[in-house]
């Protein structure tokens, strides 16, 4: 079967650096999404790998290893704002996006 | 870009009553559109996906004649709960997708639903 696995919940500090792990088994690859949402909205897009590699965008990274069917997702300079849930995602080999139940992530001050 | 509206953001009917959804993308043209239902606390999970034009495809234990989805150009897709009942009162969200396969998709901001 297909399978996501990411923590449920993560606390961290303001102004420290948190890594949401992801891990995955799904029938083919087509690359891997982070959604960010918060309480009561919608997902937003965050990042997209398809390749190996740390992908940067900012205070957010994103990093794919394929052969260990593995990323991450690493939020630097935590702020109050950055407390919502963390959705990965796969593009299975039909393109569809199985989803992982989410990470929620608490900052404290 | 890649903005995606939904309307309305918020619903309350009574029980039997039947409740339209829309979803439109802005500025981008949209083959494929997505519609997701997420109960508190849990993750999204995907109703079914329309491409423009063509008829809905319903994942596994959806029935497909209490939600009805028209996807009938590349900007709009609707989706109609018919005859509501209290457990379908749920969060409601679309997402769009360009032409590749691989493009992101970009979500609509919700539809959240309440039937009394």
């Known amino acids: 079967g297909q399978n996501i696995d990411q923590p449920t919940e993560m606390t961290a500090t303001e102004g420290a650096i948190v890594q949401i792990n992801c891990t995955y088994q799904t029938s083919g690859f087509n690359g891997l999404f982070w959604y960010q949402q918060h309480a009561g909205e919608a997902p937003t897009f965050l990042s997209y790998n398809v390749l190996d590699g740390l992908e940067e965008k900012g205070r957010f990274s994103s990093f794919l290893s394929r052969s260990k069917g593995y990323s991450y997702l690493l939020l630097k300079e935590l702020q109050m704002k950055d407390s919502a849930s963390y959705l990965c995602?796969?593009?299975?080999?039909?393109?569809?996006?199985?989803w992982g139940a989410g990470t929620k992530l608490i900052i404290k001050p | 870009g890649a903005v995606v509206s939904q309307h309305p953001s918020r619903v309350i009917c009574k029980s039997g009553t039947s409740v339209k959804i829309e979803c439109r993308s802005l500025?981008?043209?949209?083959?494929?559109m997505f519609w997701y239902r997420q109960f508190p606390k849990q993750s999204l999970m995907l109703m079914a996906t329309?491409?423009?034009?063509?008829?809905?495809?319903?994942e596994q234990g959806v029935e497909k004649d209490k939600f009805l989805i028209n996807h009938a150009s590349l900007t709009l897709s609707t989706l109609t709960v018919t005859s509501a009942h209290p457990e379908d009162s749920s969060f409601y969200i679309c997402?769009?997708?360009?032409?590749?396969?691989?493009?992101?998709?970009?979500f609509g901001p919700g539809t959240r639903l309440l039937v009394l």
């Open positions: 995602a796969v593009s299975d080999s039909n393109y569809q996006l199985i």
């Open positions: 329309s491409n423009e034009g063509s008829k809905a495809t319903y």
């Open positions: 997402s769009a997708r360009t032409g590749t396969s691989q493009e992101t998709q970009y």
């Open positions: 500025d981008f043209q949209a083959t494929t």
